[in-house]
């Protein structure tokens, strides 16, 4: 089968489009459920689109160029899983010819094939996760174009501009998915071990990189919400408590196998000796580059399986440089053909007739799928917590949208200056309901008694309060009276 992608030609090009689509197929006849971590970029996009401003008027560490891309989204169809999925797999498809490129080009892989393309996209199917439009993914499509360069300035060298150029396009991808940042230090090390980079040029490489950060500081500042930026999304990797949405144990479930046969792989590789020196030396920027990705989980904000997409380039590389080693064909295919069965049972994980796993994969919290009859629908929302799935077929009210950065303001009410900011988000976008999900709206309503008025415990319930008391017209939007004022 996979035999069949060592010849390059217009017909095998389409036959990896048709395998890209058999393998997704079932999703898009499927009644597909929501990726939590989806569902709060779909909120921030929503948010822009009224009118609000990111970071200021709405408390996420959605990245900047995720949350226009949403914004755009959201014009064309609204918390649509399904354009998510469509425009996943057209990008991965995209990705995954461009990586063929990169590994063909010089002659990194021994033969001009489409086997690179073909490992891109098997490995792109090892989670649920992996087929929708997220940061890791999207971060990659600016990511690759920093490799090309790292491969022509090694093999070629490269013109003081295309240096810089290497160090923007990592800088933007930093604007998609922060963690990605730390590829400039995989850059670097790859040119100084490997090129004869005059030592001007790093201080251009570098430039390039802050390039697109201090586009957006410059544009942050103009309006008014600089410091936000800062909190909410630069500082946030090292502030910010982790997000968890898999077990340490399901994930390493779903992983050991195609990253015991992407760690075999790379062994293999290295240890062969038949290598001219260029794809020796490929082959160690490729080491650098799984380090890199391995480097920047940790740095994510959530925790997810998509943010081991970056991992995806590397192990793609070493399963192509191995497949030409295998002298035997027939042990080479059945490796990959398990490979890609085990992926498909990972990818297909939400729809599996065997009940127990089904089960277990939704108890992971990774994804949601809403119920028929959902106990909440149509209301301004606020959620205490992050159950973010509550949020489906509701709109967000105040700007408390990431309980993370909210603590300071829902948590810390003992200073004045901040319950006032605190009551006056409340007033400017009042939420009809409030759930209690992380159970601590009783002590923050005891220290805001103003607010505590408005609300009350829905009977029958032990986090749902709703809103007895409308505003009347023609009310002012903060407290100006002696008696509010003491409230807070």
């Known amino acids: 089968m996979f035999s069949l992608f ?14 890209l689509l058999l393998c997704r ?4 006849l499927a009644d597909l459920p929501y990726v939590v971590p989806e569902i709060p970029w779909w909120l921030v996009g929503e948010k822009l689109l009224a009118g609000s401003l990111l970071y200021r008027d709405v408390l996420d560490d959605t990245p900047p160029v995720v949350a226009l891309l949403y914004a755009g989204l959201s014009l064309v169809a609204p918390r649509s899983a399904y354009l998510s999925l469509l425009l996943g797999t057209g990008l991965v498809f995209v990705q995954a010819l461009y990586f063929n490129r990169i590994c063909t080009r010089y002659g990194q892989v021994d033969e001009r094939s489409y086997m690179p393309a073909v490992l891109y996209l098997l490995l792109a199917n090892l989670c649920f996760d992996f087929a929708v439009l997220s940061p890791p993914l999207l971060a990659l499509t600016t990511l690759l174009p920093a490799l090309s360069r790292v491969f022509t300035h090694i093999r070629e060298g490269l013109e003081e501009h295309r240096v810089h150029e290497t160090g923007f396009w990592i800088g933007f991808s ?15 090390a790859s040119f100084l071990l490997y090129t004869g980079t005059r030592p001007r040029w790093y201080a251009v490489l570098g430039i390039g990189f802050l390039l697109p950060f201090i586009a957006a500081g410059f544009l942050f500042y103009f309006l008014g919400a600089l410091d936000a930026f800062v909190d909410c999304y630069v500082r946030a990797p090292f502030t910010l408590a982790k997000q968890g949405y898999m077990s340490f144990s399901f994930l390493t479930l779903m992983l050991l196998p195609p990253l015991a046969l992407c760690v075999w792989a790379a062994l293999r590789t290295l240890g062969h000796r038949g290598y001219i020196n260029f794809q020796v030396v490929s082959n160690t920027v490729m080491v650098f580059w799984a380090g890199a990705a391995l480097l920047s989980y940790p740095l994510s904000t959530w925790h997810q399986p998509a943010c081991l997409w970056l991992l995806v380039p590397a192990g793609a590389y070493f399963l192509a440089q191995w497949s030409y080693l295998v002298r ?15 992926t498909l049972v990972c990818l297909y994980l939400p729809f599996l007739p065997l009940r127990y796993l089904r089960t277990q994969f939704f108890k992971q919290g990774l994804v949601y799928n809403p119920p028929a009859r959902p106990a909440l629908e149509g209301h301004k929302l606020l959620v205490m917590g992050t159950a973010m799935e509550l949020y489906l077929g509701n709109t967000p009210a105040t700007p408390f949208l990431d309980r993370r950065l909210a603590a300071a303001a829902l948590d810390d009410t003992t200073d004045y200056a901040v319950r006032f900011k605190t009551y006056q988000a409340f007033r400017q976008d009042m939420p009809d309901v409030i759930v209690d999900a992380d159970s601590s709206l009783q002590s923050f309503l005891r220290r805001m008694p103003i607010l505590a008025r408005d609300y009350a415990l829905q009977p029958g319930t032990d986090r749902m309060w709703f809103r007895i008391r409308r505003p009347q017209p023609g009310a002012a939007a903060a407290p100006t009276s002696t008696s509010q004022a003491a409230e807070l």
């Open 6 to 19: 060592r010849i390059r030609s217009v017909d095998r090009l389409l036959l990896l489009a048709l395998f």
């Open 25 to 28: 197929a079932g999703l898009l």
């Open 174 to 188: 930093a604007m998609i998915y922060l963690p990605s940042a730390v590829f400039i230090f995989f850059v670097a």
């Open 328 to 342: 035997k064909g027939i042990l080479r295919e059945l490796l990959l053909v398990a490979l890609l069965g085990h």
